[in-house]
């Protein structure tokens, strides 16, 4: 079982930046930050595997940067140029065998282990 908390949510305005946190209690093989609305489902961002190899939602290509350093077992996903429709609960995920690719960011139920989300807000 692997434990995961997020941190480093908040309120900025359009075009701020924030940076998030994730520590993970252990080993995890691919990591990923997804975000959800409410009355949508949970949507992915950017995923990231222990060799670095990053992959991208379309949505947040050359905004957002998803890294992690394996030593302290963490993650994070530092987002500038923000804007309103970025405005979500962002949740950290991960896992220990599942394929870090285009295809767990879409198929979110890849992810065994899941953070309690940290409230991102983005005002106009």
């Known amino acids: 079982q692997v434990q995961l908390v997020e941190s480093g949510g908040g309120t900025v305005h359009t075009g701020g930046s924030l940076r998030l946190s994730c520590e993970a209690s252990?080993?995890?093989?691919?990591m990923g930050w997804f975000r959800q609305v409410p009355g949508k489902g949970r949507e992915g961002v950017a995923v990231?595997?222990?060799?670095?190899?990053?992959t991208y939602a379309d949505s947040v290509m050359g905004r957002f940067t998803i890294s992690r350093d394996n030593a302290k077992n963490s993650l994070y996903l530092e987002m500038n140029s923000l804007k309103p429709e970025d405005t979500a609960m962002y949740y950290c995920?991960?896992?220990?065998?599942?394929?870090?690719?285009?295809?767990?960011?879409?198929?979110?139920?890849?992810?065994?282990?899941w953070g309690q989300g940290t409230q991102v807000t983005v005002s106009s």
């Open positions: 995920a991960a896992d220990l065998v599942v394929s870090c690719n285009e295809y767990s960011l879409v198929h979110v139920q890849s992810f065994r282990y």
């Open positions: 252990g080993y995890t093989y691919c």
């Open positions: 990231v595997d222990r060799g670095g190899r990053t």
